[in-house]
């Protein structure tokens, strides 16, 4: 028994907010599932109040890894029902070696997905996509977010998920493109949602971010977006498959002191356009500025560019920025 099934037994069960985290959905999706498929708690305080013990959010639990295999909800409901844990109480728990912080715990639960040595939370955020749960998602990633940092969840919680869902969808042919399709949209919401207004900015310290033409790949552009919103540091972001001349009109318009261009694909990344873009030059006659220009994305792999900066994963991509930012 966890630390936290002790305190939910000795407090007289858990709350359905508690179970929900636990479970990583919404607690009105722990309440509909009461209502729809009999998998309530089996005590009740005054009022009509939901107290979970571990038996009930074992069958929950059940329920959880019986519809990421394809099962209807129904049919996993009362198999969940059919099936009472041996000793009432929920399933082992791989061990956290001794030292572990609480947060970095992993998880290897059975989610439909290969997701291996993940954070804990990536169980809650795979479950919510493969059961196209809207409100349990968006709940997963505000957590996420504000729990760790963008940057943090990024790297650990959605990037995993998000990696596993393509694996799936890849071996899978045509199946779960839906399941990419809503993880990829929520995602973004999130990524936009958790920025905070933009600030005015001073002349000059302005970061560009776009893909170059032919990419449509924008999520870890969006991350990188939010990242440095997150930090107060000044950016404009013009997303997918931007044309050359829209790029280049809009680094004169902006002047801006970095711009980072985004290739997913090598069939999309140009040492031409990253050159071109990085000789420009805007300001008055004796104090002539460039930019600093950053090449973002596997699609540059092999194809570096003598004097751009070239970060590795979305932290060293933040830090590059920030400096060029504020020096």
Same mark, same amino acid.
């Given at each position: 028994m966890t630390p936290s099934d002790e305190t939910g037994r000795q407090g007289g069960g858990f709350t359905t907010g508690e179970v929900a985290r636990r479970l990583g959905v919404a607690p009105t999706t722990v309440r509909s599932w009461d209502r729809r498929y009999g998998l309530g708690p089996a005590l009740r305080t005054g009022g009509k109040h939901r107290r979970w013990t571990a038996a009930d959010i074992a069958r929950l639990e059940r329920m959880c890894a019986l519809t990421t295999t394809g099962l209807p909800p129904a049919e996993a409901a009362r198999l969940a029902r059919e099936e009472p844990p041996s000793d009432g109480?929920?399933?082992p728990r791989r061990a956290t070696p001794r030292g572990t912080p609480p947060e970095a715990a992993r998880s290897?639960? %059975?989610?439909?997905?290969?997701l291996g040595d993940v954070r804990q939370e990536c169980r809650g955020m795979a479950r919510a996509a493969l059961?196209?749960?809207?409100?349990?998602?968006?709940?997963?990633?505000?957590?996420?977010?504000a729990d760790h940092g963008?940057?943090?969840?990024?790297?650990e919680v959605i990037m995993p998920t998000l990696q596993a869902v393509g694996r799936k969808w890849e071996s899978a042919g045509e199946r779960y493109v839906e399941v990419e399709h809503f993880l990829s949209w929520h995602v973004s919401g999130a990524l936009r949602r958790c920025a905070p207004p933009a600030r005015s900015e001073r002349s000059g310290a302005m970061t560009l971010l776009a893909c170059v033409p032919g990419e449509n790949h924008t999520l870890p552009l969006e991350a990188l977006t939010a990242a440095l919103a997150e930090r107060g540091l000044?950016? %404009?972001m013009f997303g997918a498959a931007l044309p050359v001349e829209a790029l280049v009109e809009a680094v004169r318009r902006t002047g801006p002191a970095a711009v980072g261009l985004w290739a997913q694909s090598r069939t999309t990344a140009s040492r031409p356009l990253a050159?071109?873009?990085a000789a420009m030059e805007w300001g008055v006659r004796g104090a002539r500025r460039q930019p600093v220009v950053l090449t973002l994305g596997p699609g540059w792999a092999g194809k570096a560019v003598p004097g751009l900066l070239r970060p590795m994963g979305l932290a060293e991509a933040v830090t590059a920025l920030k400096a060029v930012a504020t020096g």
């Open positions: 109480a929920s399933p290897r639960a %059975r989610t439909g997905l290969q059961r196209l749960d809207a409100d349990a998602l968006d709940e997963v990633l505000a957590a996420v977010i963008l940057v943090t969840a990024w790297n000044p950016v %404009r050159h071109h873009v």
